[in-house]
């Protein structure tokens, strides 16, 4: 944070300092994108796979952190505006053709049938319509206190589920929808995961930010201060909706098959996870949360079927990786409450900080290099 | 016309009754205190103004507006601002953070040009936290601006919540027990701020004390309450001699030495 | 419909209320001291039920035995919890207490699945309870007698402990008043302890009975009776345990009869509690038996 001088060279510091700042952005931006480039070129469908959801799941927990980490909102429908997202953007995207092949059962309603959209637009529409689903859900569950708000989202959740199951001429039920065009690419699900980051940060640290922190932290007195309380939560809830449904429409043109199962309350759990894990207030938190959280699912997957260790064979146990992560989250909870990051963000001030520490430290000896900038 | 009119205010909670036909009324630019020992009701009276209670029967009026059994919020974008006996500060924002909480009520940017970062939000809250810092300036707690609320001494964070509710440039103050916990050199201070208040900006105190000694000497007016009742008004001199007051308070040490 | 399919289904309706009320009066009893929606408890129902299958099923013992400690197991899973994931927490802000909830309800379900295998298992009814026998012109399979009167023969017990009982006479001043009843020499952890113990049990019993009556088992079979059974703890009002038992025959009852009179409707089932919960939540926040709790500022 920037403290506020005014002398004339206070003045001229700070101002060098913030375009200091804003240059690292423009430059870490720039190599970022350089290397979605070379990633998307060189790299096999499995990374990118990988690398895709890990943007997915960033916006994941970071809509989820808007509402609770930083509005203290527990809302655990984030599984179903996922799904009403996912829903759209794959019929929308989906072809005639495919479509055809998919609804044997019962034809798919006219209306949709001979619809098929670009990638862009159907993700738009898929996070208008979740953000819609937000505010209809939002406007009677925001006004419910912190328990029951919990179990109503997590109710409607489930409605949602079930009216997909039950809506075989719109989402062709339990059977699903297969053959989703596999549109997402690192450009789009990272295209939208920086915004969504870059949107709810602007968000959260500008007054409404600061309306929605007072929220969380004393209701009373955010009231007694002039703060409307069902609005904001609105806002924060309709706004995290938007991000999830976009969220869920990149998922679905990922994994090019969804059914209602993939939005259960066990995907909510999992968001939760994530963004306990990074840090309750803390979207630089969320974000490695949800890479690494991807990241050592893909890599622990061998631990799931046999096994060599050295001359001992292993015997795989499914579903080991996410007792793992249970237990880890528990542990956290229950241990380290911070989470990875606690409300803290990265900055560049933080970092030049850590390197004049660093460089204190060696004074003295010879000029050795900055000691391994990425801490994170 | 008088700026705030309480008439005939009862509150029952079940069988309990906390304030019972309370009525009256506080000019503009007026310094009142409500008085009485703990449990009369004082701050009931407060929550019931501020709208976090409705009053059972009764109607309150601020400026000639009907504010019975408005939302708190509503009526604090009126113009009623307060501060709370036990401290509430906001835990997860710094000292100048709790302060811009107050001036959110008169923003006028909406969120999307908060969260695009258009230059018409940023200008706001420039000038946001410049009246930020002039506020916290004003009580000396400039140099504290990014320090945890809650690493303050009592006697400060006292101070911030009133910094923060003088952010909703307020045209009615409602201070609960202000000088609460505060050692005498820090509750003369306040004091001292509290006229410097009234001699600049167009505004009403309204004040809750149990201590007399705190207020006797610059409120002009006293109302004392016992078991939710009126029992006495008045100047503090003619208070002080009221036997009914005094048996009001028998036993407190504090209050008969004055 | 004929009087002799509805009292069919009405004995179905009572049977599923019995199921959801049991369950029900656990999340009303930990909500109503510590404020805490136990997301966990629906997955303790499923432990009971696991518990009672691999008696059967694997140790060959009497079903009655496999009960008896499927119930003590569940007992002793829910106070490990409460030790564990939610005494510990009992002094930081309340949202840390509903994240471990949400925390253990996951791993429970994680550990499930790795522990008891992901797919579904068939539960070994008891011979006894599988015959249909015909009373009076009404068909009815014998389990659903047997889950009602042990239900209320549960109910009976609970209520003689709260009401008659100096414990449960603590219990009820801990809902009302958890600071108070402390300082008032209340052993207040043995007594939370106690109403874990005691809506595990009845969580347990549960579970057996919703394996009877559905005889499919498979990890994740608590979530859904689980929220259903707040939900109709809502509906009774939360925090009292007469209502959750009303709360429980109501919403049980009224799911079969939906479905009974608007077969169309069956798939949507398990959206009618959801549905329930927001009329509730938006017209009588209280539920049947629930007073309001005004705020003190």
């Given amino acids: ?376 | 016309m008088s700026l705030l009119t309480l008439e005939n205010v009862v509150k029952r909670f079940g069988g309990l009754v906390a304030v019972n036909n309370f009525s009256t009324q506080l000019q503009a630019g007026e310094l009142c205190a409500l008085i009485g020992p703990n449990g009369s009701g004082k701050t009931t009276i407060f929550n019931l103004i501020s709208g976090i209670y409705e009053p059972t029967e009764g109607k309150i009026t601020f400026d000639e507006q009907d504010v019975t059994g408005k939302r708190p919020d509503l009526i604090a974008g009126l113009g009623i601002a307060r501060t709370f006996q036990n401290i509430r500060l906001f835990r997860g924002l710094d000292v100048l953070g709790n302060v811009l909480v107050g001036h959110h009520l008169r923003l006028k940017s909406d969120p999307f040009s908060a969260m695009l970062g258009l230059p018409g939000y940023s200008r706001e809250e420039h000038t946001m936290r410049e009246e930020g810092m002039e506020l916290l300036d004003a009580l000396n707690l400039a140099h504290l601006a990014h320090e945890d609320p809650t690493s303050l001494p009592y006697g400060q964070q006292r101070k911030l919540e009133i910094a923060r509710a003088l952010a909703t440039k307020p045209r009615l103050l409602l201070l609960d027990e202000p000088a609460a916990g505060m050692i005498r050199a820090e509750s003369q201070e306040l004091m001292d701020f509290i006229q410097h208040i009234l001699n600049t900006v167009d505004m009403t105190i309204f004040l809750i004390e149990h201590q007399m000694r705190v207020v006797k000497s610059i409120c002009p007016r006293l109302i004392v309450i016992d078991h939710g009742e009126i029992i006495a008004e008045g100047e503090p001199a003619a208070i002080q001699n009221d036997p009914r007051v005094i048996e009001a308070y028998l036993g407190v040490g504090d209050y008969a030495t004055g | 419909m004929s009087f002799d399919l509805f009292m069919q289904h009405l004995a179905n309706g009572i049977s599923l209320g019995s199921l959801y009320a049991l369950i029900a009066i656990g999340y009303t009893m930990v909500y109503g001291i510590l404020r805490l929606i136990n997301f966990a408890h629906g997955d303790i129902v499923m432990v009971g039920a696991y518990v009672a299958f691999y008696g059967i099923a694997m140790f060959l013992l009497p079903w009655w035995l496999s009960f008896i400690l499927a119930i003590v197991l569940t007992v002793l899973l829910g106070v490990v919890i409460e030790r564990a994931a939610y005494k510990p927490l009992r002094n930081v802000p309340r949202f840390q207490l509903f994240t471990s909830a949400v925390a253990v309800s996951f791993l429970l379900e994680n550990l499930g699945i790795v522990v008891f295998g992901g797919r579904p298992k068939a539960f070994p009814r008891p011979p006894f309870m599988d015959h249909t026998v015909n009373l009076g012109g009404v068909r009815i399979v014998t389990y659903t007698p047997f889950i009602i009167i042990s239900a209320f023969l549960l109910f009976g017990a609970l209520m003689l402990v709260v009401h008659r009982t100096k414990v449960g006479m603590a219990m009820r001043a801990l809902s009302k008043d958890i600071e108070t009843t402390g300082l008032m020499g209340v052993d207040t952890d043995r007594i939370i302890l106690l109403a874990f113990a005691i809506g595990s049990a009845l969580a347990a019993a549960g579970g057996l009975m919703l394996a009877i009556k559905f005889p499919q088992i498979n990890p994740l079979m608590g979530v859904v009776p689980g929220l259903k059974a707040f939900i109709a703890a809502v509906l009774g009002g939360i925090g009292n345990i007469t209502g959750a038992m009303i709360g429980g025959f109501l919403l049980g009852i009224t799911e079969i009869m939906i479905v009974a009179f608007f077969p169309d409707l069956a798939g949507y089932r398990d959206a009618f509690a959801f549905t329930i919960l927001i009329l509730v939540l938006l017209f009588r926040p209280t539920g049947i038996m629930g007073e309001v709790e005004p705020e003190k500022v």
Avoid at chain 1, 90 to 119: C, H, M
Avoid at chain 1, 182 to 211: C, E, H, M, P, Q
Avoid at chain 1, 246 to 259: C, E, H, Q, V
């Fill in chain 1, 1 to 376: 944070m920037s403290t506020t001088t005014t002398t004339e060279a206070g003045k001229a510091r700070r101002s060098l300092r913030l375009s200091r700042n804003q240059i690292l952005t423009g430059i870490a931006l720039l190599v970022f994108v350089g290397f979605l480039i070379w990633a998307q070129n060189n790299l096999d469908p499995y990374k990118l796979r990988i690398l895709n959801l890990c943007a997915v799941y960033t916006i994941f927990a970071v809509t989820f952190n808007l509402i609770f980490g930083y509005t203290g909102q527990l809302s655990l429908g984030h599984a179903g505006f996922a799904a009403v997202g996912a829903y759209t953007a794959a019929l929308l995207t989906l072809s005639v053709a495919q479509k055809q092949a998919n609804f044997f059962l019962a034809p798919i309603i006219p209306l949709l049938a001979n619809v098929e959209w670009g990638f862009l637009p159907a993700v738009l529409v898929a996070g208008v319509l979740a953000a819609v689903t937000g505010l209809l859900i939002g406007w009677p569950a925001l006004r419910l206190r912190g328990d029951y708000l919990a179990i109503a989202t997590l109710g409607f959740g489930e409605i949602i589920r079930v009216m997909f199951v039950n809506w075989q001429r719109i989402t062709n039920g339990s059977l699903g929808l297969k053959g989703i065009p596999g549109y997402t690419n690192l450009y789009w699900s990272w295209g939208f995961a920086l915004i969504t980051i870059f949107v709810v940060k602007k968000l959260v640290d500008s007054s409404y930010g600061r309306a929605l922190k007072s929220i969380r932290d004393d209701e009373v007195a955010a009231q007694a201060l002039g703060i409307n309380l069902a609005r904001h939560k609105l806002l924060a809830f309709t706004l995290s909706s938007f991000f999830v449904g976009i969220g869920g429409a990149l998922l679905a043109n990922l994994i090019s098959t969804i059914d209602p199962n993939v939005f259960r309350i066990f995907l909510t759990y999992q968001i939760v996870g994530i963004a306990v894990m990074g840090g309750m207030g803390s979207l630089t938190g969320s974000t490695i949360a949800a890479i690494l959280y991807t990241v050592f699912l893909e890599v622990l997957r061998p631990i799931e079927s046999p096994f060599r260790l050295g001359s001992i064979q292993v015997p795989g146990v499914p579903g080991m990786r996410m007792v793992l992560f249970s237990v880890l989250l528990l542990a956290v909870i229950l241990f380290y409450q911070k989470g990875l990051f606690g409300s803290k963000e990265f900055s560049w001030d933080w970092l030049f900080e850590q390197f004049s520490k660093v460089r204190t430290r060696l004074s003295g000896a010879q000029a050795a290099p900055p000691a391994g900038p990425q801490q994170e």
